[in-house]
């Protein structure tokens, strides 16, 4: 059966001599200021951890940081529209790139949830780690260590992040969630507590470019994706949009909350893409 994966992938232009020059300049000032402002954040976090423990007071405003800097860096154009909810909880997005890391953490303090695998790639691996990302195996095993894993986070105040999708997306359309991992939002130490919040990450391309163009999905490799958006001549935007969050005992299933949330996350999306 063919599926929205088994569409061509859009075809990146050469980059030119500027295009590498931005390629230079944009990855020279990005890299460093992501890998210096790590090595700044693991020398607070020395101190931080002791101290407070789960609880993390200063670090994730670091990362805010680096990432709400990308966006100048990269010259994409940055909008948020809702507010972060306070309350305890986690929070659900729609996946379209590797650039999500920098889009979702400059609109909010915020931790992943990623698959283990990322924990193992060259420099983001130690990048996610490093920030608190909480990591998932699909093995069955681990499934209650990753249960008290996350209800411990929850209830140190950590909002995590998840994307219900299992996968990253063309960018112009939201895939179904699976409910599976809304599994843990059930937990009864946090039920009576617990919030869900989500939020729909849309791209904007440059002007006449694909519409997918800040998609990473499929077998895309990350190198050429990465070159591309660093020798663009004009970069395209990026909104985040908040949508008001919902108690999870207001829902009486995970498939039920799964269902809600997608509803919400696609009915943001542009409907000229066909969503």
């Avoid at 990005?30 to 007071?57: A, D, K, N, S």
């Avoid at 994730?60 to 709400?68: A, E, S």
């Avoid at 100048?72 to 909810?85: A, T, W």
Wanted: glycine share 10%.
């Amino acid at each position: 059966m063919t599926t929205w994966r088994d569409v061509p992938e859009p075809v990146a232009e050469p980059i030119g001599p500027m295009g590498w020059v931005r390629v230079v300049l944009r990855g020279g000032v990005l890299g460093g200021l992501t890998y210096g402002c790590l090595v700044l954040l693991l020398i607070v976090r020395l101190v931080e951890r002791p101290l407070f423990g789960l609880q993390r007071p200063v670090t994730p405003w670091i990362t805010w940081f680096v990432c709400r800097s990308a966006q100048v860096i990269l010259g994409m154009r940055y909008r948020v529209r809702g507010r972060p909810m306070r309350q305890r909880g986690a929070i659900v997005a729609n996946h379209v790139s590797w650039l999500d890391i920098f889009t979702l953490n400059a609109a909010d303090r915020i931790y992943f949830v990623s698959k283990a695998e990322v924990a193992r790639w060259p420099g983001i691996g130690w990048l996610a780690r490093a920030t608190g990302t909480v990591f998932i195996t699909r093995n069955g095993a681990d499934a209650l260590a990753q249960k008290t894993l996350f209800t411990a986070r929850l209830r140190a105040g950590h909002r995590l992040l998840f994307f219900p999708e299992g996968t990253s997306t063309d960018g112009i359309r939201v895939v179904p969630f699976k409910p599976t991992l809304f599994a843990a939002f059930y937990d009864p130490a946090l039920l009576d507590t617990m919030h869900i919040q989500p939020v729909t990450v849309i791209y904007t391309p440059p002007h006449g470019a694909d519409a997918r163009y800040y998609g990473w999905w499929g077998e895309m490799p990350f190198g050429p994706n990465l070159l591309k958006i660093l020798a663009a001549r004009r970069q395209g935007g990026v909104e985040v949009v908040f949508h008001p969050p919902v108690a999870v005992r207001d829902f009486p299933s995970r498939k039920a909350l799964a269902a809600h949330c997608e509803a919400v996350v696609r009915g943001a999306m542009p409907t000229v893409t066909g969503n």
